[in-house]
Protein backbone atom coordinates (compact mmCIF):
# COMPACT_ATOMS: atom_id res chain seq x y z
CA UNK A 1 0.00 0.00 0.00
CA UNK A 2 1.58 3.37 -0.86
CA UNK A 3 2.47 5.95 1.93
CA UNK A 4 0.55 9.00 3.47
CA UNK A 5 2.16 11.90 2.89
CA UNK A 6 2.63 14.11 5.64
CA UNK A 7 1.42 17.84 5.38
CA UNK A 8 4.92 19.07 5.23
CA UNK A 9 5.00 16.92 1.82
CA UNK A 10 1.22 18.06 0.91
CA UNK A 11 1.89 21.76 1.21
CA UNK A 12 5.77 21.03 -1.09
CA UNK A 13 3.61 19.43 -3.65
CA UNK A 14 0.93 22.30 -4.14
CA UNK A 15 4.23 24.49 -4.15
CA UNK A 16 4.11 23.12 -7.67
CA UNK A 17 0.76 22.48 -8.57
CA UNK A 18 -0.76 26.41 -8.18
CA UNK A 19 -4.19 24.88 -9.79
CA UNK A 20 -4.94 22.33 -6.81
CA UNK A 21 -5.87 23.25 -3.35
CA UNK A 22 -6.23 20.69 -0.65
CA UNK A 23 -9.41 20.29 0.82
CA UNK A 24 -9.02 17.49 3.85
CA UNK A 25 -7.46 14.67 2.22
CA UNK A 26 -7.94 15.44 -1.41
CA UNK A 27 -6.44 17.82 -3.81
CA UNK A 28 -9.15 19.19 -5.75
CA UNK A 29 -8.97 21.41 -9.37
CA UNK A 30 -11.83 22.41 -11.41
CA UNK A 31 -11.36 23.50 -14.84
CA UNK A 32 -13.35 25.73 -16.80
CA UNK A 33 -13.77 24.15 -20.37
CA UNK A 34 -15.05 26.03 -23.41
CA UNK A 35 -18.18 24.10 -23.71
CA UNK A 36 -19.64 20.96 -22.72
CA UNK A 37 -18.47 18.92 -25.33
CA UNK A 38 -14.77 20.52 -24.73
CA UNK A 39 -15.59 19.43 -21.00
CA UNK A 40 -16.35 15.33 -21.98
CA UNK A 41 -12.95 15.55 -24.00
CA UNK A 42 -11.03 17.03 -21.00
CA UNK A 43 -12.18 14.19 -18.85
CA UNK A 44 -11.88 11.32 -22.12
CA UNK A 45 -8.21 12.29 -21.60
CA UNK A 46 -7.81 12.03 -18.23
CA UNK A 47 -9.55 9.03 -18.10
CA UNK A 48 -7.05 7.53 -20.66
CA UNK A 49 -3.81 9.09 -18.67
CA UNK A 50 -5.83 7.43 -15.13
CA UNK A 51 -6.24 4.25 -16.53
CA UNK A 52 -2.29 4.19 -17.55
CA UNK A 53 -1.37 5.17 -14.40
CA UNK A 54 -4.34 2.77 -12.38
CA UNK A 55 -5.45 5.60 -10.48
CA UNK A 56 -8.44 7.81 -10.46
CA UNK A 57 -9.74 10.47 -9.83
CA UNK A 58 -13.16 11.58 -8.65
CA UNK A 59 -14.87 13.57 -11.57
CA UNK A 60 -17.86 16.38 -11.48
CA UNK A 61 -19.16 17.63 -14.89
CA UNK A 62 -21.07 20.70 -14.21
CA UNK A 63 -21.87 22.01 -17.53
CA UNK A 64 -18.63 23.32 -18.20
CA UNK A 65 -16.70 23.41 -15.16
CA UNK A 66 -14.85 20.06 -14.50
CA UNK A 67 -13.88 19.34 -10.97
CA UNK A 68 -11.21 16.68 -9.96
CA UNK A 69 -10.59 15.21 -6.88
CA UNK A 70 -7.79 13.13 -5.65
CA UNK A 71 -7.51 10.62 -2.83
CA UNK A 72 -5.77 7.43 -1.99
CA UNK A 73 -8.80 5.88 -0.80
CA UNK A 74 -6.94 2.74 -0.22
CA UNK A 75 -4.63 4.46 1.60
CA UNK A 76 -6.78 6.98 3.63
CA UNK A 77 -5.52 10.02 2.44
CA UNK A 78 -3.24 11.67 0.21
CA UNK A 79 -0.28 9.91 -1.53
CA UNK A 80 2.46 10.65 -4.21
CA UNK A 81 0.07 8.79 -6.74
CA UNK A 82 -2.37 11.83 -6.02
CA UNK A 83 0.45 14.19 -6.57
CA UNK A 84 1.68 12.72 -9.80
CA UNK A 85 -2.22 11.99 -10.85
CA UNK A 86 -2.45 16.09 -10.36
CA UNK A 87 0.90 16.60 -12.91
CA UNK A 88 -0.89 14.54 -15.62
CA UNK A 89 -4.04 16.08 -15.46
CA UNK A 90 -2.44 19.50 -15.58
CA UNK A 91 -0.63 18.59 -18.62
CA UNK A 92 -3.60 17.23 -20.26
CA UNK A 93 -6.00 20.67 -19.27
CA UNK A 94 -3.07 22.92 -20.12
CA UNK A 95 -3.07 21.25 -23.98
CA UNK A 96 -6.49 22.65 -24.36
Known amino acids: MPELL ?6 TALDDLPHWQREGDA ?7 DSFAGGIRLVDQVAVTADERDH ?15 SSHAAGGLTQADVDLAHAIDAVADQG
Not at 6 to 11: G, T
Not at 27 to 33: C, F, H, K, S, Y
Not at 56 to 70: A, E, G, K, M, S
Open 6 to 11: NDDEVS
Open 27 to 33: LVRAVEA
Open 56 to 70: HPDIDIRWTTITFRL
